[in-house]
Nanobody, 125 residues
Framework: QVQLLESGGGLVQPGDSLRPSCVVS????????IGWFRQAPGKERERVSCFSVHDGSTYYADSVKGRFTISRDSTQNTVYLQMNNLKPEDTAVYFCVASRGGVLSLWMLGEYDYGGQGTQVTVSS
């Protein structure tokens, strides 16, 4: 059974940092492209970042570029999202995904095979 379990969200002030993590079980990250998406209340799901297992390329939404960093620890089968200089508009449920398909399908079309339930990130003063 494949499971993606996120943690590490929370309530922070603007300018603060968080580092959500996603522990993956049932599949190995060594052969899955991975990503983070987010969804705020009343809004559509939004891509945040992806990591290509093929060549290590990373992709970021313009709104988070320069502030967020995606990484993975293959030995721990864990995905991270370092989020710095958080803004109120970053408030959302963040969830990680894993895909056996191409990274461009994941990034451009939002197609993935497995996803977690998410962790809430709230940025407010």
């Amino acid at each position: 059974q494949v499971q993606l379990l996120e943690s590490g969200g929370g309530l922070v002030q603007p300018g603060d940092s968080l580092r959500p993590s996603c522990v993956v079980s049932g599949v190995t990250l060594r052969d899955h492209n991975i990503g983070w998406f987010r969804q705020a209340p009343g809004k559509e799901r939004e891509r945040v970042s992806c990591f290509s297992v093929h060549d290590g390329s990373t992709y970021y939404a313009d709104s988070v570029k320069g502030r967020f960093t995606i990484s993975r620890d293959s030995t721990q089968n864990t995905v991270y999202l370092q989020m710095n200089n958080l803004k109120p508009e970053d408030t959302a449920v963040y969830f990680c995904v894993a895909s056996r398909g191409g990274v461009l399908s994941l990034w451009m079309l939002g197609e993935y095979d497995y996803g977690g339930q998410g962790t809430q990130v709230t940025v407010s003063s």
